[in-house]
């Protein structure tokens, strides 16, 4: 069973976020955290929040199941462009250049490579419910 987690207006360019989003793409969950952690570009810490929150719903959606068992990694994590504020700065000669001030949206879904011990699982939990 997967879990998502989001993030919205990032005051970071797209950019930055995606070189540290390409780091962690596709990895296991500890893994990645251990990245983030030493990591010194400016997005790893808002993307290390954010994949503990990944794992916080991913625990609340499989309460029976144990994290340590379910062998987590990244599924998928896409980082796109966000609102663009347009500020101006003065420039030589009475001009005025245009100064974009970039945000970006992560989106990031974890899931278990584990999935027959999900679904025995799942069936439990359907089992009690019926």
């Not at 990244?74 to 420039?91: C, M, Q, Y």
């Amino acid at each position: 069973m997967e879990a998502i987690s989001k993030l919205k207006n990032v005051p970071t360019s797209p950019r930055k976020m995606r070189m540290v989003a390409d780091l962690i793409r596709g990895k296991k969950v500890n893994k990645a955290l251990s990245l983030l952690k030493y990591e010194p570009k400016e997005g790893a810490a808002r993307l290390e929040k954010l994949l503990l929150s990944a794992i916080s719903n991913w625990q609340i959606v499989n309460e029976d199941a144990r994290l340590e068992d379910a062998d987590l990694f990244i599924k998928s994590i896409t980082v796109d462009g966000g609102k663009i504020l347009k500020r101006f700065r003065p420039a030589p000669q009475g001009r005025a250049h245009r100064i974009r001030k970039r945000s970006n949206h992560v989106t990031l879904i974890i899931d278990s490579s584990n999935p027959q011990q999900a679904e025995a699982v799942n069936s439990s939990a359907n089992d009690t419910k019926e």
